[in-house]
């Protein structure tokens, strides 16, 4: 009778409603008690699949009756089996636990499609926007400093960054792909950009030049900001602290249907400061920098997209360098790009833009005493980019190219003739295909055709070995360039206090490189990340400064190809969570470096350096982070006035640490306090470094602390 019964009631199943049994049920984070949407849920045996809404519930129909296994999968969290039973009437509740070693975010940079950190060939490392927000770093120069294997570089002409011993103007430095512009004296101000409005940083060391072109040989740094995930988000970070620190951002954000849309804001002032009261000079420059960001976009179809984005940057810098002057540095950059991207045409996914980023720089010595200009710099660097790329999969290859104007030109009373412009027309190709599931292979070239230097080919290949399921080995081989920058090629600068003279050299010819990288890890999404990275580079016609001569008591250079050189060294990674609460993390890297014309090492260059720290999080949501980093010794040549090389000046080691405290406050309200540089190093003449600096502020999201 049972047995007709239940007959009787999958007949009426199908006659009448659904065809089969059906489950429903919800999903959230074990940790927030949030319901987690875009949740994929599979029943293999079946092939059988759906995924959950925005609320986190899901419906699974067509059923046949007997024990199921139910997969779910999300992205950043521990995959879970449940075995259920059907027919069901309960309501399913599903917790996922997130993964503390995040291996399967997202990233773009070094390959230039979708790809899972775990999967992409090349040696690539990410640093998520939370964990950038939870340091209490001011920018992202003083957060990036702290990862294994990258120094900072900063002076009063900006914060650039060091590649596995490629100096700044080797770095790509992009912000949502878009190449920033506006370096002065090789150095590109990446602390203009702030904190809060980072997704994520996408860091590929490494010859990248296939991909990316000039500036790419030592590297690529991308800066991808945030993208609207709500209805309406209104979201606040201030903070203050010592010299004069305020911090102030204010972002606004919408998510309905087809159109996503942002519109954000910051301000930052620094008071500058003097770590020698008995002298005039000071050390760090006071600055104001004013940030405004737009972004929308809009979903055409199921297939294609429209996107438009915009920034816009003003800065003032000023700092005291004698008892006559001031250097004043006045700043402005936009930048805008417009996509459209399509999905399936002919299978591919298609993507042309547009790009336009225009910088503004003036450069003034200010008498101090009259306020009249006793010199003053005029530059406006400009930059358009047209491209189309594609990207299809074949079988086991995945195909991407593409094509890219270029045209950029600089306007300077610096520059003789006061204005030069260049042309270039690329392309490049790219295959990564998969022998199987444990080997991939990626290689690839780009070809550019340069008004000025001519034309330039850079290949690459890597290749991946999955030796299990939570480990990797990559061995790539890359061929870099840097083509001359216009003020290497044309520009003459004068400096009237240090008393020097730079001229530049049009008969420059482009840097290039060849480098071989092994890359090993290992990690556990619950417990570790380990990582070795074992490096070479061979540097060929480094631009670098020549002496030329004495003029009217002014030692003059004059710009030149000099040498070959190369870089050699190891990079360890080590992230281990001692308890699910308490992550501990350490890095080391060594750097050897050699300049064979000269027979000697290359300056600046710390052959040791280490970071690591603890964070810890309490269960009523207070966060700690302590970290370190230390700086090994350092050396730079003396010169006679002829040029000629004397000896090495050390450079003392260093060891700063820094704290950071975040907690729960009511209504939505995160506050955090915390202290930089613990130690209190200072360095007049080399840091330059302010000293210890406390600072306190309140992020809020404005709308929910609204609804509470």
Known sequence: ????????????????????????????????????????????????????????????????????????????????????????????????????????????????????????????????????????????????EETTGINVEENQFGTGVNLMGFDTEHILIMVD??????????????????????????????????????????????????S??????????????????????????????????????????????????KTIYEEGSDYEKTNFDFRVRHQLSKDSQLRFESHYLTEEQNLITSHVFTERSLNKRYSGRIEYLHQNIFSAQLKSFFDYTTYDHKYDWVVRKSGNLKEATKTTDDLSLIGFHFEKGLNRHGINGGFEYNNEKIVSNKVLGNHRNSKMISSFIQDEFSFNDKWTLLSG?????????????????????????????????????????????????????VGYNVKGNESLRPETSHTVHLDIERWHTQKYHARVNLFYNQIKDMIEFKYDAMIDGITTYSMAN???????????????????????????????????????????????????????????????????????????????AAGVAQGQTWIDNYTIINGH?????????????????????????????????????LRIDLFESFKE
């Open 1 to 144: 009778m049972k047995k007709f019964f239940l007959a009787f009631l999958v007949l009426a199943s199908f006659l009448f409603g659904e065809k089969g049994e059906s489950i429903t049920g919800l999903i959230h984070d074990i940790k927030s008690g949030l319901p987690l949407s875009e949740v994929n849920i599979f029943i293999e045996s079946q092939g059988i699949g759906t995924t959950s809404d925005k609320k986190g519930k899901f419906k699974l129909s067509g059923l046949t009756i007997g024990e199921i296994k139910l997969t779910v999968s999300h992205i950043g969290y521990e995959p879970q089996t449940l075995k259920i039973e059907i027919p069901s009437t309960s309501f399913i509740k599903i917790e996922l636990k997130p993964n503390l070693i995040q291996m399967d975010a997202i990233v773009t940079t070094g390959t230039r499609t979708e790809r899972y950190l775990s999967d992409v060939p090349v040696t690539t490392q990410v640093i998520k926007g939370d964990r950038l927000r939870e340091t209490g770093a001011a920018d992202i120069s003083q957060l990036i």
């Open 228 to 277: 609207p995930d709500k209805n309406w988000s209104l979201q606040s970070d201030g903070s203050f602290g010592a010299y004069g620190r305020v911090n102030q951002t204010l972002n606004l954000s919408h998510h309905q249907g087809p159109w996503q849309w942002s519109l954000g804001g910051s301000y930052r002032h620094f008071g500058g400061y003097d770590l020698d009261p």
């Open 562 to 640: 000099l040498s070959r050189a190369w870089t050699k060294g190891m990079e360890l990674d080590f992230t281990y969570f001692i308890f699910e609460n308490t992550e501990l993390w350490l890095g080391y890297a060594l750097l050897d470096s050699w300049d064979e014309e000269q027979e000697k090492n290359l300056s600046m260059k710390a052959k040791h350096k280490a970071n690591g720290g603890i964070r810890y999080t309490f269960n009523n949501g207070v966060k700690t982070n302590m970290r370190f980093q230390y700086m090994g010794k350092r050396f730079y040549w003396d010169d006679t």
């Open 177 to 226: 792909g878009m190449k920033m512009i506006g370096r002065v004296n090789g150095q590109l101000d990446i602390a203009q950009i702030p904190i809060e409005q980072i997704d994520r940083i996408e860091i590929v060391k490494g010859a990248t030049s296939a991909l990316y072109g000039s500036e790419a040989m030592g590297g690529v740094i991308n800066i991808l900001t945030q």
């Open 445 to 497: 070239i780009r070809y550019d055709q340069h008004s000025i230097y001519g034309s330039h080919a850079s290949p690459k290949i890597s290749i991946m070995f999955k030796p299990e399921m939570i480990s990797r080995i990559r061995l790539s081989y890359g061929q870099g360039f840097r083509s001359p920058s216009f003020k290497e090629l044309y520009y003459t600068h004068s400096n009237i206090t």
């Open 661 to 697: 405290v975040s907690f729960p406050l009511p209504r939505n309200i995160r506050g955090y306090v915390g202290v930089k540089n613990l130690t209190d190093t200072v360095d007049p003449k080399w840091g330059p470094m302010p000293g210890r600096e406390w600072y306190a502020g």
